[in-house]
């Protein structure tokens, strides 16, 4: 049995459409409908989602071995060595704080200058009512 398959299984024990499967996984049907096919495979990102958003465990998926939910801290650690070491995580968790962390300052300088925007608007809407108002 395929990764694939054992994905429509997961699906189907969880009594979710595609649709709205996919959608947790940040998929279109048609995406995910390619994926469960075995058009396209099952990438690492949608491993790491599968397990984030469904506790799915990825052992079961790539081999059929274990069981398809993680319920124990064991299958957790497993999972866990098998993403890469501890040190590698933490940098690339590290990397992502980073991104993040610039990301929310992006943001914030975007909002500050639509709120700008927003305050410079109305000042000429006040202005052109008071216009009006006096004539």
């Known amino acids: 049995m395929t ?3 054992r994905l429509k299984i997961i699906r189907k024990f969880l009594k979710e459409t595609q649709e709205d499967f996919g959608a947790s996984l940040g998929l279109t ?6 994926i469960e096919r075995g058009k396209n495979n099952v990438s ?3 491993k790491i ?3 984030r958003e469904h506790n799915i465990n990825l052992r079961w998926l790539e081999t059929g071995e274990g069981e398809m939910f993680i319920a124990t801290i064991e299958d957790r650690e497993m999972d ?3 993403l890469g070491s501890e040190q590698h995580f933490f940098e690339r968790l590290q990397t992502e704080i980073e991104r993040l962390q610039n990301e929310v300052k992006r943001l914030s300088a975007e909002n500050n200058s639509y709120n700008e ?3 410079s608007k109305n000042l000429i809407i006040e202005n052109l009512e008071s216009r009006i108002n006096q004539k």
Request: aromatic share 4%; glycine share 10%.
């Open 29 to 34: 049907q048609a995406g995910y409908s390619d």
């Open 44 to 46: 690492g990102k949608i």
């Open 117 to 119: 925007l927003v305050r």
């Open 3 to 5: 990764e694939n398959q």
């Open 80 to 82: 866990s060595d098998k």
């Open 49 to 51: 989602l599968l397990k």
